[in-house]
């Protein structure tokens, strides 16, 4: 896919592609987007981060329904991950 699936109009964030996963008990596909340094109320920006987020849009039937999550907390539950299998 070459372009997201679904609408999003935050100026800030950069899609990084679209992936699917399990959501919701079934197979879905989602939009990820990397957004530096903000944090969205809606379509508005509220106000600045000091860390940059991953934005995962899955529907644009309502501009609330997506995920934020912190990258460092991303990263660091991707390491714990990593690491809790190497020692399994």
């Known amino acids: 896919m ?10 800030r964030c950069v ?8 959501f919701d008990r079934g ?4 939009d990820f987007y990397f ?8 379509y508005e920006v509220t106000k600045k981060l000091a860390h940059p987020i991953i934005v995962v849009r899955h529907s644009d039937r309502n501009p ?6 912190e990258m460092g907390s991303v990263i660091q539950s991707y390491l714990n991950d990593t ?3 190497e020692v399994m």
């Open 2 to 11: 070459n372009k997201p699936k679904y609408q999003h109009d935050c100026d």
């Open 83 to 85: 690491r809790f299998k």
């Open 27 to 30: 197979q879905h596909l989602s």
């Open 35 to 42: 957004c530096l340094g903000a944090i969205h109320d809606g």
């Open 15 to 22: 899609w990084l592609g679209t992936w699917e996963h399990n």
């Open 64 to 69: 609330e329904e997506y995920l934020s999550y």
